[in-house]
Structures are given as structure tokens and as C-alpha cells.
């Protein structure tokens, strides 16, 4: 059964860093793309970055880019989302997902099968 679970959600000032971190169980991470997305309350999902685990190719939106970095850790099947100069206004809920890999990873929700339940990041002004 394929499991996500983010964790290392909190309170950061404004400016300030945060890694968020995705657990997976349940399918070879080796064979998958992750994706990172963000959600503000009434508002769609943002993808914000992802990477295609096979040979490590990640994206970032041009939103976050140079800020947002991802990274994967597969002898411990974790997916980590490094967050850099986090601002009051950014979204505040983040999750992982994923879908079987092969192609370039995509930053649309609409491309992805299992999602994580999601951690919450607060930036205080």
C-alpha cells in the first residue's frame, strides 16, 4: 500500500528556512516521481517543485525557484523539500505526492495518483 507522510511542518519567521520531509512506503521510490505542492485556504494546490527519483532531475516553480530545493534520501525512502526565504503571504499547507515515474516530473497536481495528508508551515511577519 503506497504511503506518503510529511513531517518537519511549523512556525518560522519570515526570511527565514524549513525542511519538510516525505516518508514513503509501500512502492520502490527508485521508480517514481515526487512532487511538492502548497495550498492557501480556498485555493488550488501549487506545485512547487518535484523530481524524477531515477536519475535525481527536479524542477522547481518560477515562483520558488533558487528558494525551494529538493532532495531524496532512498536507503531511508525520503523525499526532503528544503524552503528558503519563506514569506507571510506563501500558502501554508504542503504535501507530497506521487506518481509512477518514467517521464520528466510535473508540477500539476492533476499528474499525480497518492498524496500525503499534508503538514502545515507558518511564517510569522
Known amino acids: 500500500q503506497v504511503q506518503l507522510v510529511e513531517s518537519g511542518g511549523g512556525l518560522v519567521q519570515a526570511g527565514g528556512s524549513l525542511t519538510l520531509s516525505c516518508q514513503t512506503s509501500?512502492?520502490?521510490?527508485?521508480?517514481?516521481?515526487i512532487g511538492w505542492f502548497r495550498r492557501a485556504p480556498g485555493k488550488r494546490r501549487e506545485g512547487v517543485s518535484c523530481?524524477?527519483?531515477?536519475?535525481?532531475?527536479?524542477r522547481s516553480a518560477d515562483s520558488v525557484k533558487g528558494p525551494f530545493f529538493s532532495s531524496v534520501d532512498e536507503p531511508q525512502n525520503t523525499v526532503r523539500l528544503q524552503m528558503n526565504n519563506l514569506k507571510p503571504e506563501d500558502p501554508d499547507l504542503y504535501y507530497c505526492?506521487?506518481?509512477?515515474?518514467?517521464?520528466?516530473?510535473?508540477?500539476?497536481?492533476?499528474?499525480?495518483?497518492?498524496w500525503g495528508q499534508g503538514t502545515q508551515v507558518t511564517v510569522s511577519s
Open positions: 523530481m524524477r527519483i531515477s536519475d535525481r532531475k527536479a
Open positions: 505526492a506521487t506518481v509512477l515515474g518514467g517521464g520528466e516530473c510535473r508540477l500539476s497536481s492533476d499528474e499525480y495518483d497518492y
Open positions: 509501500g512502492f520502490s521510490l527508485s521508480f517514481y516521481n
